[in-house]
């Protein structure tokens, strides 16, 4: 069985590349710059040459594919090129895509994760959608925060989040591609808690042992920090957009899925606090 992953370096596809390692499988990455990406991934995979830019590499790298991770081209989620993946993938007869979608756009009318998602629905592939709440290592990139000042400043309020640790969702696309059941499914997958940013200052308090304060900001006022940062205004609105959307409550659901997929319960944010940020 010949297991395709598209953004096989990026947050979710490593650790579903090493998910699938640990059960003995020998994924195949797509990825751009294939000597880059055995940097990053190692040896113990297949490689093939795939640009989101470029349909002419889209038949080579779908021979012979049984199962597809797919995921929209970084930065633009263009529904025309995942359109063109997926007519490729449908000729080359792959018989299963799973596609990561996400919790807050992928709703969304108008937004393009919400227009793949409908493609999908009105194809007759065998496919299933996924779709992740907030990253846990957000906190690393690219969510602005100020941990190395003890502070995190974002327009948030008192809106909870059902953080995902990455390593799980790897996990569960690793189930997910390695076993059947899933063609025709939705999967929202969160953590087994909601948090808002005082909850998660008090946690990073006790995971480091240093005292971190959040700090509910203005839009206004969010913007202008990331700008002072180096964010351009265009990243920073749409961040402020998103942080919007999580303090109204798209993002405090909370779902059995990643638990039934993982057999156990997900990691804690505290357990990710300890393990990547604790001394």
């Keep these: 069985m010949k297991i395709l992953l598209m953004g096989a370096t990026g947050n979710a596809g490593t650790p579903a590349v090493k998910a699938l390692q640990a059960k003995g499988i020998r994924p195949t990455a797509a990825v751009r710059d294939i000597a880059k990406a055995k940097a990053h991934l190692g040896e113990d995979l297949d490689f093939v040459h795939f640009d989101y830019t470029d349909p002419g590499t889209f038949d080579s790298a779908l021979d012979g594919v049984d199962r597809l991770f797919l995921i929209a081209p970084p930065g633009s989620k263009d529904p025309a090129i995942v359109r063109k993946i997926m007519q490729v993938a449908k000729d080359k007869g792959v018989g299963f895509i799973l596609f990561q979608s996400g919790r807050t756009s992928g709703s969304v009318e108008g937004k393009p994760l919400n227009q793949i998602e409908k493609d999908i629905s009105n194809n007759d592939l065998n496919c299933c959608i996924l779709r992740p709440a907030w990253y846990m290592q957000n906190f ?125 319960v997900p990691k804690s944010f505290l357990e990710f606090v300890k393990d990547e940020f604790g001394s």
Aim: glycine share 12%; net charge negative.
């Design 140 to 264: 690393h990139t690219w969510m602005g925060t100020t941990l190395e000042d003890d502070e995190i400043c974002l327009p948030t309020g008192k809106g909870k989040i059902a953080f995902i640790y990455l390593q799980d969702l790897g996990a569960a696309i690793a189930e997910i591609l390695s076993t059947d059941g899933h063609g025709g499914k939705n999967y929202n997958l969160t953590g087994a808690e909601a948090l808002d940013h005082y909850q998660v200052a008090s946690i990073f308090s006790e995971g480091t042992g240093r005292s971190i304060e959040y700090k509910d900001l203005s839009d206004d006022d969010y913007v202008k920090k990331m700008i002072e940062k180096g964010w351009t205004e265009k990243s920073a609105k749409y961040c402020g957009w998103l942080f919007n959307r999580a303090k109204n409550g798209s993002e405090e659901e909370m779902t059995a899925d990643l638990s039934n997929l993982l057999g156990r």
